[in-house]
């Protein structure tokens, strides 16, 4: 899922679907271009959307409170960068 947070509200802005197996490390990926989102699992697109809210800015992780979840070499650069 991709989610804007704005004004202390978070919003869904396009919701896709993967299976996500638990105990070993997955590859996360995200691109924001203009005004389309992708994310990414393993390689596969899983999630694309449209948003204009913010032209430039930073990128947050997120998940959900009953998730044990580790992130390692969060990287955030320009495509090709």
Known sequence: MIFKYVDGRRSEIKSGAATVPSGTWQLLRAEAIGTRIRGY????LVVEGEDSTFGEGGAGLWT?????????????????G
Request: with cysteine; net charge negative.
């Open 41 to 44: 699992l393993g390689g596969t």
């Open 64 to 80: 959900k409170a009953d998730s044990v979840t580790c992130f390692d070499d969060v990287v955030l650069g320009p495509v090709g």
